[in-house]
């Protein structure tokens, strides 16, 4: 199962020219916003994909249960003599 497809050669290069316009600016100001908003940014994303991958495990649990019905044993007959509970 494949999750993430490679960025396309339009992403690349709006990544490459974001990247070198950041690298050429003086302003230091900037550059702390810049960096600040990366770190949020990737905070979030982070956080998205781990609940994400979590949800997927979780769903797929469900289908491999679905798909494998586990039968419990019954009790044994002695048990129901008893009134045992297994």
Known sequence: MELAQPPT???ELDMETSIRQL???DD???LKRSIDAI????YQQSVFIA???NKI???LAKI???ENKVIQPKAPWWG???NWKS
Request: glycine share 0%.
């Open 39 to 42: 770190y949020r940014q990737n």
């Open 28 to 30: 230091i100001n900037e």
């Open 23 to 25: 690298l050429q600016t």
């Open 51 to 53: 609940n994400c991958l």
């Open 64 to 66: 491999a249960c679905i």
């Open 80 to 82: 129901e003599l008893f």
């Open 57 to 59: 495990h979780y769903l």
């Open 9 to 11: 050669l339009e992403e």
